[in-house]
Each structure stands twice: as structure tokens, then as C-alpha cells.
């Protein structure tokens, strides 16, 4: 990505929407570490992860969206999860196929698992190809987007990664973990501030049922934990409507009051993978440009509320995902090497 914009640049100054770069970034990302590098297919698994959410969204709505006959309403969005499945099938056979590879990915471990069939890794890789890349291409373009509202928080994060390392050095995510600690809390105030994570996270109350807060849930009874309520909650945080990194340098034990990866058993397992991956994303990029807002934005530091705090873009919410609703619109920034 940083090669295409700097061709790009040259000495001028560019557009960029950034929402897109960071899909298609957090999809090469994935492919390299789970299916053996570029497959050529960014755009296609974009659309393929997209439409999906958009059906995961519609099957919740309409249970039984892929029976007949509401599924001739849906015909598009299922050829598209037809679509990807069969790619998804395709690298499987083709690597089931290559005796004795050698490759170590996540594909491979996968399928090295002597208790997984076919079926099972295909429908893990899906599986994991959703979970993977969106979340983590929203985390990366709400943090851009609060640091565009939060022009002290930029100017601070940037101090700090170019006063840390030199402009040819490639910041890794162990570097930018111990040596950056006001841009990592940006990262986490973003996670905070507005979890990519979604509406909810729905869980199913044991037989026996539960009491929880003097109530009792009967067994079965579907209840959803409502991560943007907990991660603004007064009696955690103060000013919660304020992005503020800072309260994470002064109180590090704050990071663990996020909720936005879930706790407990199915806490997100891809966690850590996703931090090492945004940091050092977010690092480099401070380092080796500049960003502004183009003068035509509807939303920046300009634009407050009541409260004096600046109005973020719309959102947009998908099934496993929280967007910008208009990213075309929203999602634009200016970009020039840092001077
Ligand atoms: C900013 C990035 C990410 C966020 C905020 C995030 C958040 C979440 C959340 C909230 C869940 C649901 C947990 C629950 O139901 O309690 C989840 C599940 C999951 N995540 Fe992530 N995730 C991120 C990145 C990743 C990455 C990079 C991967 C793997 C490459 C990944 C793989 C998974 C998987 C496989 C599940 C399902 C786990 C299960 O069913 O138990 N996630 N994630």
C-alpha cells in the first residue's frame, strides 16, 4: 500500500478514500498469513465479505432466506457466498493436492488437524476470511477518522512515532508495542470510542437458566451483550464521548475494560494477530505521511455537538461490522510525504 501511494505522490499530494485501502490491505494481510500470499482476488473477496454480512444481516432478520421461495428475493447475494465458498474449496483441493507442502500458513494448520473434514475447513476458512479482515480494516479507519477529529491526538501520535524512528525505518509491531505507547492507546481509544465489532453479541442462556442482576433468564432465552453500552459506561469511563488516548498512558489497566474483542471463552481468538497487524500499520503510516482532512469534508474538529465534542461520520451497521455509512463521502484524506 505505502509503494502505491508513494508512486503516487511523488511531490504532490494525493486523495485518498481510505476505507478501501484499509479492506484491501487487511485482505492481503490474511491472505498472506493463511493462504500462501496474493491470490489477485482483493476486490472479489471484498465483495464476496460484504455480501455475506449482508445476508448473515437479512437471514437474522428472515430466518430461511436461503429456502425457497424467499431466496429467489436474495438471488444475487447467494451466488456471491456460492461464489466464495467454491474459491474457498478451490484453494483447499489445490493444497490438499500439493503432497507434503511445505508452507506454513494457517490453511495448512487447518488442514493438518487429523479431527477436521473437508467441509469443516472449508467452512473454518470462510469463516475466518469474515472474521479477519473487515473488523480489522473498520478498527484502522475509525482510528484515522478520530484522529482527523482529534487534531491534538494526531499531532501527539505523530510526535511520537517520528521522534522515535528514523523515516526508512520499518516499524514492527514489537517496536511500535514498546516504544509507542500514546499511538497504541489511539488504537484502543478508537476500539473504545466506536467498537467495529458490531451491534451485539448474542448469547443463549443455559438450561438450568441464570440469575443475573436479581432476575431470572429462563434456559434458552437469547440475550445480547451490548459492547457500546459497556464501553461507554460513566461509572468506567470518564467523558466517554471524548476520544481521549490519553486516559490509557495514565491508567493502562483501562485496556482491559474494552470490550470490543468480547471476554471470556469466546473472546476473540484473533486478538493479538489483529494488534500486532494495526499497530505497526497505523506507526509507519504517522512516520512516513502527512494527513489532512480535504477542505470539503462534512465532519471534522470544526463540527461539534452540544458538548463541544466533533461529530463523527454516520456509521452503517452490518451483520458482524460498524462502518461508515457513506465511506465515498466520509472517508476521504488528503496524504503527503512527511516532511
Ligand atoms: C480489530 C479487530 C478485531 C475485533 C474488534 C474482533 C472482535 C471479535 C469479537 C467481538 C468476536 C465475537 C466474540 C464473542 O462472540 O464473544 C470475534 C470472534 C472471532 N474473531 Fe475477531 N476481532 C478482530 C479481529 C480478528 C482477526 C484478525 C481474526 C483472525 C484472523 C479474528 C477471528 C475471529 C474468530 C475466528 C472469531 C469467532 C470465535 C468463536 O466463534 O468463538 N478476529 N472477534
Same mark, same amino acid.
Given at each position: ?30 491472505? +498472506?498469513?493463511?493462504? &500462501? ?25 428472515? !430466518? ?36 507434503? #507442502? ?7 494448520? /487447518?488442514?493438518?488437524?487429523?479431527? $477436521? #473434514? $473437508? ?5 473454518? =476458512? ?25 487534531? %491534538? ?37 478508537? /476500539?473504545?470510542?466506536? +467498537?467495529?465489532? &458490531? ?13 443475573? @442482576? ?11 451483550? %451490548?459492547?457500546?453500552?459497556? =464501553? ?12 481521549? !488516548?490519553?486516559?490509557?498512558?495514565? %491508567? !493502562? @489497566? ?33 512516520? =512516513?505521511?502527512?494527513?489532512?482532512? !480535504? ?5 471534522? #474538529? ?5 458538548? &463541544? =465534542? ?12 460498524? &462502518? ?11 496524504? @503527503?510525504?512527511?516532511?
Amino acid at each position: 500500500m505505502m509503494h502505491r501511494w508513494d508512486q503516487a505522490i511523488c511531490d504532490e499530494v494525493i486523495q485518498i478514500q481510505y476505507e478501501r485501502e484499509f479492506a484491501h490491505l487487511a485482505i492481503d494481510v490474511l491472505m +498472506a498469513l493463511g493462504y &500462501g500470499g496474493r491470490n489477485g482476488q482483493v476486490e472479489r473477496i471484498a465483495e464476496w465479505i460484504h455480501d455475506y454480512n449482508c445476508l448473515a444481516l437479512v437471514n437474522l432478520i428472515l !430466518p430461511g432466506v436461503q429456502s425457497y421461495p424467499l431466496k429467489l428475493l436474495f438471488t444475487r447475494l447467494l451466488a456471491s457466498k456460492d461464489a466464495f465458498k467454491d474459491a474457498v474449496a478451490a484453494a483447499v483441493k489445490k493444497r490438499q493436492e500439493e503432497k507434503d #507442502s511445505k508452507c506454513v500458513d494457517m490453511l495448512q494448520a /487447518l488442514l493438518g488437524s487429523s479431527e $477436521t #473434514s $473437508t467441509q469443516q475447513v472449508i467452512a473454518e =476458512n470462510m469463516a475466518l476470511i469474515i472474521a479477519g479482515t473487515d473488523i480489522v480494516a473498520q478498527t484502522l479507519t475509525w482510528t484515522v477518522h478520530y484522529l482527523m477529529l482529534y487534531p %491534538n491526538a494526531y499531532d501527539q501520535a505523530t510526535h511520537e512515532v517520528r521522534s522515535t524512528f528514523a523515516r526508512d525505518h520499518l516499524i514492527t509491531s514489537a517496536e511500535a508495542r514498546a516504544q509507542l505507547p500514546f499511538t497504541e492507546a489511539c488504537l484502543y481509544e478508537a /476500539l473504545r470510542i466506536c +467498537a467495529a465489532t &458490531g451491534v451485539f453479541l448474542p448469547r443463549v442462556v443455559p438450561k438450568e437458566g441464570i440469575w443475573m @442482576q436479581g432476575h431470572f433468564l429462563p434456559g434458552g432465552t437469547q440475550l445480547c451483550v %451490548n459492547v457500546a453500552g459497556a =464501553n461507554h459506561h460513566r461509572e468506567t469511563w470518564q467523558n466517554p464521548r471524548r476520544f481521549v !488516548p490519553q486516559r490509557f498512558i495514565d %491508567n !493502562p @489497566q483501562l485496556k482491559a475494560q474494552v470490550l470490543s474483542f468480547s471476554s471470556g471463552a469466546r473472546m476473540c481468538p484473533g486478538r493479538s494477530l489483529a494488534l500486532c497487524e494495526m499497530l505497526p500499520v497505523l506507526a509507519n503510516l504517522l512516520k =512516513n505521511y502527512s494527513f489532512a482532512t !480535504p477542505k470539503d469534508a462534512q465532519f471534522g #474538529s470544526w463540527s461539534t455537538d452540544a458538548d &463541544g =465534542n466533533p461529530i463523527a461520520m454516520p456509521r452503517r451497521h452490518l451483520f458482524t461490522v460498524v &462502518g461508515p455509512q457513506n465511506p465515498d463521502r466520509d472517508c476521504q484524506i488528503i496524504v @503527503q510525504h512527511a516532511k
